[in-house]
Protein backbone atom coordinates (compact mmCIF):
# COMPACT_ATOMS: atom_id res chain seq x y z
CA UNK A 1 0.00 0.00 0.00
CA UNK A 2 2.32 2.58 0.97
CA UNK A 3 4.06 2.11 -2.89
CA UNK A 4 1.22 3.04 -4.44
CA UNK A 5 0.42 6.18 -2.04
CA UNK A 6 3.50 7.49 -3.28
CA UNK A 7 3.52 6.25 -6.54
CA UNK A 8 0.03 8.22 -6.83
CA UNK A 9 1.45 11.38 -5.94
CA UNK A 10 4.18 11.24 -7.61
CA UNK A 11 2.26 10.51 -10.95
CA UNK A 12 0.42 13.36 -9.64
CA UNK A 13 2.73 15.56 -9.26
CA UNK A 14 4.19 14.50 -13.02
CA UNK A 15 1.17 14.94 -15.00
CA UNK A 16 -1.03 17.39 -13.10
CA UNK A 17 0.14 20.26 -15.74
CA UNK A 18 0.38 19.10 -18.42
CA UNK A 19 -2.67 17.21 -18.24
CA UNK A 20 -4.73 20.34 -17.17
CA UNK A 21 -5.84 18.13 -13.90
CA UNK A 22 -6.85 20.60 -10.95
CA UNK A 23 -7.75 19.25 -7.64
CA UNK A 24 -8.78 21.43 -4.10
CA UNK A 25 -6.44 18.48 -2.48
CA UNK A 26 -3.56 16.85 -2.98
CA UNK A 27 -4.50 12.35 -4.34
CA UNK A 28 -3.08 10.98 -0.44
CA UNK A 29 -5.88 14.06 1.21
CA UNK A 30 -8.77 11.83 -0.71
CA UNK A 31 -7.23 8.40 0.04
CA UNK A 32 -7.09 9.78 3.86
CA UNK A 33 -10.96 11.02 3.98
CA UNK A 34 -12.28 7.92 2.31
CA UNK A 35 -10.48 4.41 2.07
CA UNK A 36 -10.20 1.93 5.34
CA UNK A 37 -8.19 -1.04 4.73
CA UNK A 38 -8.95 -3.94 6.80
CA UNK A 39 -6.38 -7.08 7.21
CA UNK A 40 -5.88 -10.41 9.07
CA UNK A 41 -2.28 -10.76 10.44
CA UNK A 42 -0.09 -8.39 8.29
CA UNK A 43 3.28 -7.67 10.19
CA UNK A 44 4.73 -5.67 7.58
CA UNK A 45 1.32 -3.71 6.98
CA UNK A 46 1.51 -2.50 10.69
CA UNK A 47 5.32 -1.92 10.40
CA UNK A 48 4.32 0.68 8.30
CA UNK A 49 0.80 1.68 9.32
CA UNK A 50 1.88 5.40 9.83
CA UNK A 51 2.73 4.87 5.89
CA UNK A 52 -0.53 3.92 4.91
CA UNK A 53 -2.10 6.22 7.76
CA UNK A 54 -2.51 4.98 11.00
CA UNK A 55 -6.49 5.99 10.82
CA UNK A 56 -7.02 4.12 7.59
CA UNK A 57 -6.54 0.33 8.95
CA UNK A 58 -8.88 -1.81 10.32
CA UNK A 59 -7.80 -5.60 11.69
CA UNK A 60 -10.30 -7.80 10.61
CA UNK A 61 -11.01 -11.71 12.08
CA UNK A 62 -13.05 -12.09 8.93
CA UNK A 63 -14.70 -14.97 10.79
CA UNK A 64 -16.27 -17.81 9.70
CA UNK A 65 -14.47 -17.42 5.70
CA UNK A 66 -11.28 -19.64 6.01
CA UNK A 67 -9.07 -16.78 6.28
CA UNK A 68 -10.40 -15.95 9.51
CA UNK A 69 -8.05 -16.23 12.58
CA UNK A 70 -10.59 -17.33 14.72
CA UNK A 71 -10.68 -19.70 16.98
CA UNK A 72 -7.19 -18.02 17.68
CA UNK A 73 -8.00 -14.51 17.73
CA UNK A 74 -6.73 -13.72 20.71
CA UNK A 75 -3.37 -14.64 20.23
CA UNK A 76 -3.23 -13.60 16.60
CA UNK A 77 -3.96 -10.16 18.30
CA UNK A 78 -1.29 -10.24 20.63
CA UNK A 79 1.33 -11.56 18.16
CA UNK A 80 0.44 -8.71 15.88
CA UNK A 81 0.28 -5.64 18.23
CA UNK A 82 3.32 -6.68 20.68
CA UNK A 83 4.91 -3.59 21.28
CA UNK A 84 2.52 -0.97 19.67
CA UNK A 85 1.52 1.80 21.59
CA UNK A 86 -2.07 1.20 23.33
CA UNK A 87 -3.86 4.35 21.05
CA UNK A 88 -3.05 3.02 17.81
CA UNK A 89 -3.83 -0.37 18.52
CA UNK A 90 -7.11 0.95 19.65
CA UNK A 91 -7.92 2.74 16.26
CA UNK A 92 -6.74 -0.82 14.71
CA UNK A 93 -8.68 -2.61 16.76
CA UNK A 94 -11.97 -1.38 16.11
CA UNK A 95 -11.77 2.68 16.58
CA UNK A 96 -11.34 3.41 12.36
CA UNK A 97 -13.86 1.15 11.76
CA UNK A 98 -16.39 2.65 14.13
CA UNK A 99 -15.64 5.92 13.19
CA UNK A 100 -15.42 5.16 9.25
CA UNK A 101 -19.21 3.93 10.12
CA UNK A 102 -20.35 6.53 11.77
CA UNK A 103 -20.73 4.58 15.15
CA UNK A 104 -18.60 7.14 16.92
CA UNK A 105 -17.39 10.83 16.43
CA UNK A 106 -13.97 11.70 15.32
CA UNK A 107 -13.82 13.59 19.03
CA UNK A 108 -15.45 9.83 20.61
CA UNK A 109 -12.80 8.61 18.75
CA UNK A 110 -10.19 10.77 19.85
CA UNK A 111 -11.27 9.93 23.57
CA UNK A 112 -11.46 6.23 23.66
CA UNK A 113 -8.21 5.95 21.39
CA UNK A 114 -5.99 8.09 24.27
CA UNK A 115 -8.06 6.41 27.26
CA UNK A 116 -9.67 9.13 28.14
CA UNK A 117 -13.06 7.75 27.73
CA UNK A 118 -14.51 4.09 28.42
CA UNK A 119 -18.13 4.80 27.25
CA UNK A 120 -19.52 5.41 23.87
CA UNK A 121 -22.40 7.44 23.21
CA UNK A 122 -25.67 5.74 22.40
CA UNK A 123 -27.36 8.39 20.91
CA UNK A 124 -25.97 7.59 17.48
CA UNK A 125 -26.75 3.80 17.42
CA UNK A 126 -29.15 3.43 13.88
CA UNK A 127 -31.83 1.21 14.26
CA UNK A 128 -31.90 0.47 10.53
CA UNK A 129 -28.47 -1.66 11.23
CA UNK A 130 -29.18 -5.31 9.99
CA UNK A 131 -29.63 -7.75 13.57
CA UNK A 132 -28.84 -11.66 12.95
CA UNK A 133 -31.27 -12.94 11.63
CA UNK A 134 -31.54 -15.83 14.05
CA UNK A 135 -30.08 -13.63 16.56
CA UNK A 136 -28.44 -16.92 18.29
CA UNK A 137 -25.14 -14.37 17.59
CA UNK A 138 -25.96 -11.01 18.73
CA UNK A 139 -29.11 -11.85 20.73
CA UNK A 140 -30.78 -9.92 18.11
CA UNK A 141 -29.06 -6.27 18.71
CA UNK A 142 -28.17 -4.70 15.80
CA UNK A 143 -24.82 -4.76 14.38
CA UNK A 144 -24.01 -1.56 15.63
CA UNK A 145 -24.77 -2.18 19.08
CA UNK A 146 -22.19 -5.58 18.83
CA UNK A 147 -19.17 -3.03 17.85
CA UNK A 148 -20.07 -0.44 20.64
CA UNK A 149 -20.31 -3.03 23.12
CA UNK A 150 -16.66 -4.67 21.72
CA UNK A 151 -14.89 -1.14 21.54
CA UNK A 152 -15.87 -0.77 25.49
CA UNK A 153 -15.11 -4.25 26.33
CA UNK A 154 -11.56 -3.60 24.15
CA UNK A 155 -11.13 -0.35 26.24
CA UNK A 156 -11.66 -1.63 29.49
CA UNK A 157 -9.67 -5.00 29.11
CA UNK A 158 -6.41 -2.99 27.75
CA UNK A 159 -6.76 -0.06 30.48
Not at 42 to 61: E, F
Not at 143 to 158: F, H, Q
Amino acid sequence: MPYWLEQMEDRFDRHRFWANVELPRRPLQYFRDHFTFSFQEDHAGVALRHSIGIDNICWANDFPHSVGDWPWSNEVRARQFNGLPIDEVRKIQGLNIAAQLGVITPAEKAELAAGRSRTLSTRRLHPWRPTDPGGCLTGRRSATEVVVDSLESSCRERG
